[in-house]
């Protein structure tokens, strides 16, 4: 089953499939090659699957077949197709076994299946290397993604010259990139998202032409973003998260007009530049998060009118936000501008706007500034720069929300769950569940900020419980442990109004959302960030991995001074990690 972790769902054109079945009941009676037979036996074996052979193993004969039905393979194709069929006998064409459940491994024998054009084995619990034997099918479609299949990409694959469509993602595939990936010019689609690809982007990508869709995103891959880009003149989504990537982009970029959907985040290096956008005037998705631009929001972002998604946040952009913006916001969806240093004024056309906006940390400092920090969908906290301006809500300024009289030195919360006390200790409850663009404070004790939407899941909630039983906890505490808050991106704790002093912070984690057991959500690979008081405390924390598994604890202490009243914890998304396990948009911290 064909699904994505960012980007437009496209569809695959198999213009190039002979269909010679032009009616399935004149099909019916033929059959398979013994040898396509035999194949078969030895790939079920293989993959784990059982089979009854005393039934036709094709159990779909193909007639013609609308191309666009691998838009959903494995949703409306059943799993062996047969087609190109001459006299008594046919061939298999297509084996379609997303979501299977299968355990075992990538079998060499579907070389033997000399008509084989379309392979989905994604969403299963598959090990092993691509076999280099597959280099002799005629695949067209091959679709491996959220398996555990590890070892490299082997050399061979860049034989498969009919091959249209690649997905590689969320497996633990790693090494660089062959070149010979240069010679599947026939490619569209290239998702080699959330391995471990290591090494630069070889220079024979250049030769992919007739790419739309390319994701390298959650792979350590290095190098500067490589100017044969601009050969990719056809290029429709591009997608490089959380990987160690330089920037600037190349000047070449700006003359890719056909892009739609931009997702870089985390890039390193660069000029501080906002990039040269100003022609690509189909963008419906921007996104170009903690990337160190410098400059000012341009102007010609307003002139975009297909935008839905524009998030720039986690950057120094300064200046002004510009008038033009106001043409833009009729489209937009999520807008999210926070954690930079834009100043002026908050403009009143953007609260008004009923759009999800999030522009809390700024610099913000026009008088007249805004008499609320949040309205359930517009998040402003600590977006003003002054410090001391005793007419503006405390929430509004950078350092110190309490608005009351600092009194507290103690604060536990129930991230994602009810009230609860333990050891005479009250655990707050934290059950909101509006985390878009969402700030709230619970009287002078605590606060709550969250940015990010599941993409492609945006009725996913922002609370969970667990679907794995917990160990490791008294009985007495399993009850904390049953419930987390997520953020698909950034998620903040505030301790208000809190004696000044030092402190003891400790956070509780449990992965309680991917599996352990054998089936593809047990394959998710969760990665945050941590930093109290503004200090990064953790980087690349993956929770099951300290904790030995799924549904087991782990505690983090850490010490932390307070000196002007508030505690900060912020946890932050970093684009590493897997974004479709169990289902599209997971990813970002859970605690
Ligand atoms: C298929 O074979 C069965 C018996 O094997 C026969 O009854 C039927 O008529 C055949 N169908 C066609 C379309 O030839
Ligand atoms: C695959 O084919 C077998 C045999 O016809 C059938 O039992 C099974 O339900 C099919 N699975 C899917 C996902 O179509
Ligand atoms: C796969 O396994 C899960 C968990 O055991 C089960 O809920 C699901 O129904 C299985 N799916 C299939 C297609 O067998
Ligand atoms: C499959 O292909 C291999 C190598 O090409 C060959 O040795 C083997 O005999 C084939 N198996 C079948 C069942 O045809
Ligand atoms: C690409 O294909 C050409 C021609 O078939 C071949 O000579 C070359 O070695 C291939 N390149 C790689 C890196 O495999
Ligand atoms: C590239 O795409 C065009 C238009 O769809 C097609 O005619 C051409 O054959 C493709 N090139 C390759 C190498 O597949
Ligand atoms: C990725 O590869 C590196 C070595 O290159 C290894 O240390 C690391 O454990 C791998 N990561 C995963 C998730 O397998
Ligand atoms: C880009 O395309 C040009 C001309 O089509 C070709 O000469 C060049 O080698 C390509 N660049 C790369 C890096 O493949
Ligand atoms: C954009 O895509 C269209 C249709 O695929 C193509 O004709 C056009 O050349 C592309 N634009 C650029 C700048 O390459
Ligand atoms: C955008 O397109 C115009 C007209 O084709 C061109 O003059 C300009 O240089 C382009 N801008 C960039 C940044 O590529
Ligand atoms: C926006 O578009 C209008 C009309 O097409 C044009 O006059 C204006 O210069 C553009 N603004 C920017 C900043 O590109
Ligand atoms: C936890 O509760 C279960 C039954 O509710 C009980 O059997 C078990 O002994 C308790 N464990 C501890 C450590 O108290």
Same mark, same amino acid.
């Given at each position: 089953?064909?699904?994505?972790?960012?980007?437009?769902?496209?569809?695959?054109?198999? !213009?190039?499939?002979?269909?010679? !079945?032009?009616?399935?009941?004149?099909?019916?009676?033929?059959?398979?090659?013994?040898?396509?037979?035999?194949?078969?036996?030895?790939?079920?074996?293989?993959?784990?699957?059982?089979?009854?052979?005393?039934?036709?193993?094709?159990?779909?004969?193909?007639?013609?077949?609308?191309?666009?039905?691998?838009?959903?393979?494995?949703?409306?194709?059943?799993?062996?197709?047969?087609?190109?069929?001459?006299?008594?006998?046919?061939?298999?064409?297509?084996?379609?076994?997303?979501?299977?459940?299968?355990?075992?491994?990538?079998?060499?024998?579907?070389?033997?299946?000399?008509?084989?054009?379309?392979?989905?084995?994604?969403?299963?619990?598959?090990?092993?290397?691509?076999?280099?034997?597959?280099?002799?099918?005629?695949?067209?479609?091959?679709?491996?993604?959220?398996?555990?299949?590890?070892?490299?990409?082997?050399?061979?694959?860049?034989?498969?010259?009919?091959?249209?469509?690649?997905?590689?993602?969320?497996?633990?595939?790693?090494?660089?990139?062959?070149?010979?990936?240069?010679?599947?010019?026939?490619?569209?689609?290239?998702?080699?998202?959330?391995?471990?690809?290591?090494?630069?982007?070889?220079?024979?990508?250049?030769?992919?032409?007739?790419?739309?869709?390319?994701?390298?995103?959650?792979?350590?891959?290095?190098?500067?973003?490589?100017?044969?880009?601009?050969?990719?003149?056809?290029?429709?989504?591009?997608?490089?998260?959380?990987?160690?990537?330089?920037?600037?982009?190349?000047?070449?970029?700006?003359?890719?007009?056909?892009?739609?959907?931009?997702?870089?985040?985390?890039?390193?290096?660069?000029?501080?530049?906002?990039?040269?956008?100003?022609?690509?005037?189909?963008?419906?998705?921007?996104?170009?998060?903690?990337?160190?631009?410098?400059?000012?929001?341009?102007?010609?972002?307003?002139?975009?009118?297909?935008?839905?998604?524009?998030?720039?946040?986690?950057?120094?952009?300064?200046?002004?936000?510009?008038?033009?913006?106001?043409?833009?916001?009729?489209?937009?969806?999520?807008?999210?501008?926070?954690?930079?240093?834009?100043?002026?004024?908050?403009?009143?056309?953007?609260?008004?706007?009923?759009?999800?906006?999030?522009?809390?940390?700024?610099?913000?400092?026009?008088?007249?500034?805004?008499?609320?920090?949040?309205?359930?969908?517009?998040?402003?906290?600590?977006?003003?720069?002054?410090?001391?301006?005793?007419?503006?809500?405390?929430?509004?300024?950078?350092?110190?929300? !309490?608005?009351?009289?600092?009194?507290?030195?103690?604060?536990?919360?129930?991230?994602?769950?009810?009230?609860?006390?333990?050891?005479?200790?009250?655990?707050?409850?934290?059950?909101?569940?509006?985390?878009?663009?969402?700030?709230?404070?619970?009287?002078?004790?605590?606060?709550?900020?969250?940015?990010?939407?599941?993409?492609?899941?945006?009725?996913?909630?922002?609370?969970?419980?667990?679907?794995?039983?917990?160990?490791?906890?008294?009985?007495?505490?399993?009850?904390?442990?049953?419930?987390?808050?997520?953020?698909?991106?950034?998620?903040?704790?505030?301790?208000?109004?809190?004696?000044?002093?030092?402190?003891?912070?400790?956070?509780?984690?449990?992965?309680?959302?991917?599996?352990?057991?054998?089936?593809?959500?047990?394959?998710?690979?969760?990665?945050?960030?941590?930093?109290?008081?503004?200090?990064?405390?953790?980087?690349?924390?993956?929770?099951?991995?300290?904790?030995?598994?799924?549904?087991?604890?782990?505690?983090?202490?850490?010490?932390?001074?307070?000196?002007?009243?508030?505690?900060?914890?912020?946890?932050?998304?970093?684009?590493?990690?897997?974004?479709?396990?169990?289902?599209?948009?997971?990813?970002?911290?859970?605690?």
């Amino acid at each position: 089953m064909t699904r994505f972790s960012d980007g437009v769902v496209p569809f695959l054109f198999l !213009c190039a499939l002979v269909w010679s !079945c032009s009616e399935t009941v004149h099909c019916r009676n033929q059959t398979l090659p013994q040898s396509e037979v035999e194949a078969l036996k030895k790939i079920w074996a293989k993959l784990g699957k059982h089979w009854d052979f005393t039934v036709n193993p094709c159990n779909r004969i193909s007639g013609p077949v609308d191309p666009r039905d691998y838009y959903y393979i494995g949703d409306l194709l059943p799993n062996v197709t047969c087609a190109t069929c001459q006299a008594n006998t046919c061939h298999v064409t297509s084996i379609s076994l997303s979501g299977q459940n299968l355990t075992g491994s990538l079998p060499d024998e579907l070389s033997n299946l000399t008509f084989l054009q379309a392979i989905d084995l994604s969403f299963n619990y598959l090990n092993g290397i691509i076999p280099a034997a597959w280099a002799s099918t005629p695949l067209i479609y091959l679709d491996l993604g959220a398996n555990r299949i590890t070892g490299r990409i082997p050399n061979e694959l860049g034989r498969i010259t009919t091959l249209q469509n690649l997905h590689l993602e969320s497996n633990l595939i790693e090494g660089p990139l062959p070149q010979s990936l240069g010679n599947l010019t026939s490619l569209w689609l290239l998702n080699l998202a959330s391995n471990n690809f290591t090494g630069t982007l070889p220079e024979s990508l250049g030769n992919l032409k007739n790419i739309t869709y390319f994701t390298i995103g959650g792979n350590p891959i290095t190098g500067k973003i490589p100017s044969f880009i601009g050969n990719w003149t056809q290029l429709d989504t591009l997608e490089m998260q959380g990987t160690s990537l330089e920037g600037p982009f190349p000047p070449i970029f700006s003359t890719l007009q056909n892009i739609t959907y931009l997702v870089v985040s985390d890039l390193k290096g660069g000029d501080g530049k906002f990039p040269p956008l100003q022609n690509m005037t189909h963008l419906y998705k921007l996104v170009l998060r903690n990337m160190s631009i410098t400059d000012e929001l341009p102007a010609y972002i307003g002139n975009m009118t297909i935008f839905r998604y524009l998030d720039l946040s986690f950057n120094a952009l300064t200046g002004q936000i510009p008038d033009s913006l106001k043409g833009i916001l009729s489209g937009l969806i999520y807008l999210f501008l926070n954690n930079n240093k834009l100043t002026g004024a908050i403009p009143d056309w953007m609260l008004k706007s009923g759009i999800h906006i999030d522009i809390s940390y700024n610099s913000f400092n026009a008088p007249n500034a805004p008499c609320y920090c949040s309205t359930g969908i517009v998040n402003m906290v600590s977006s003003y720069s002054s410090i001391d301006d005793n007419s503006m809500k405390p929430c509004l300024r950078r350092n110190n929300p !309490c608005s009351g009289v600092p009194k507290n030195s103690n604060l536990f919360i129930n991230c994602g769950g009810h009230k609860i006390t333990i050891d005479k200790n009250e655990y707050q409850e934290d059950m909101d569940n509006q985390g878009a663009s969402y700030y709230n404070s619970y009287g002078d004790k605590w606060a709550l900020s969250s940015t990010g939407y599941f993409t492609y899941n945006e009725s996913q909630p922002y609370v969970a419980k667990n679907v794995s039983p917990i160990s490791g906890a008294s009985n007495a505490t399993t009850e904390l442990y049953t419930t987390a808050r997520l953020s698909p991106i950034s998620l903040t704790y505030y301790g208000l109004c809190l004696l000044n002093g030092n402190y003891t912070v400790r956070l509780h984690f449990v992965e309680i959302i991917f599996t352990n057991d054998k089936t593809y959500s047990a394959v998710g690979r969760r990665f945050f960030d941590v930093s109290i008081q503004g200090e990064w405390v953790l980087r690349d924390f993956n929770i099951a991995k300290e904790a030995n598994g799924t549904g087991r604890v782990t505690i983090q202490n850490f010490s932390a001074m307070v000196n002007s009243n508030t505690l900060e914890i912020h946890l932050q998304w970093a684009g590493k990690g897997t974004r479709n396990i169990p289902s599209y948009g997971v990813h970002g911290p859970l605690i």
